[in-house]
């Protein structure tokens, strides 16, 4: 079964306004992370923000902040103030404790294009 | 002052050849892993090792061995190179088995089998 599930394959948003980027996810372990990285045309993968199963507020990284909704297993990425060097794909990940080696689970991406 | 770095970026080889990727790390971390990105973008764990001993050995063909001399570095050899084989790599570290230990990524070295 997929673990964490993007359901938007491409995004497109306007500079400077506010994006979300969707993910949800599957387990029945109690302790998990959440994280998102971005990866540009570039090629290269950077964190971006992290949310811990256990954490009760919304996790936040300067314009990046993560809806998290553990009822609904989702952990939506938020992009303020949108910039054209916002313009990439967007991985949600998961690392599970059950899992052996703790091995990061990623959904298949988005991709966001910000237009000027 | 780069923190995990793979050599080669990019590299083109025939099929059949064998070929491997090395990556270092300098964060101290005692867990490293190999991920292939696929032509759709889609990122897989192949291998994770902890303090040079394999913890996690994915699904892959015997023709990749993975080899970690000190928990610094991960190589990966593969041998009779096909064309499937065509991806980016990418290593990481992480620093804990802890699920809020972000991993950290290599640029990815570009692997195209013709």
Not at chain 2, 38 to 43: G, H, Q, T, V
Request: a neutral charge.
């Amino acid at each position: 079964a997929q673990k964490i599930t993007q359901t938007q394959p491409g995004m497109f948003v306007q500079e400077k306004e506010a994006v979300t980027l969707d993910c949800t996810y599957d387990t029945s372990d109690q302790s998990y992370g959440l994280f998102w990285y971005k990866q540009p045309s570039s090629g290269e993968m950077i964190f971006l923000i992290y949310q811990g199963s256990y954490d009760e507020q919304n996790a936040t990284e300067g314009r990046y902040s993560l809806n998290f909704q553990k009822a609904r297993k989702s952990a939506n990425l938020v992009i303020s103030a949108s910039q054209l060097g916002d313009s990439a794909m967007y991985f949600c990940a998961m690392r599970d404790v059950m899992e052996y080696g703790n091995k990061l689970v990623f959904g298949a991406g988005t991709i966001l294009r910000v237009k000027s | 002052d780069t923190a995990v770095s793979q050599t080669p970026k990019y590299l083109v080889t025939q099929m059949g050849n064998d070929k491997s990727i090395k990556c270092e790390q300098n964060l101290g971390h005692d867990t490293m892993y190999w991920y292939k990105q696929d032509s759709k973008k889609f990122l897989k764990i192949m291998f994770s090792y902890n303090n040079k001993e394999l913890i996690i050995n994915e699904t892959v063909p015997n023709r990749f061995s993975p080899k970690s001399p000190d928990k610094a570095h991960l190589n990966l050899h593969i041998n009779s190179l096909e064309l499937g084989d065509s991806a980016v790599y990418f290593c990481a570290s992480t620093g804990g088995t802890a699920y809020n230990s972000p991993l950290h990524f290599g640029n990815g070295t570009r692997l195209t089998v013709t």
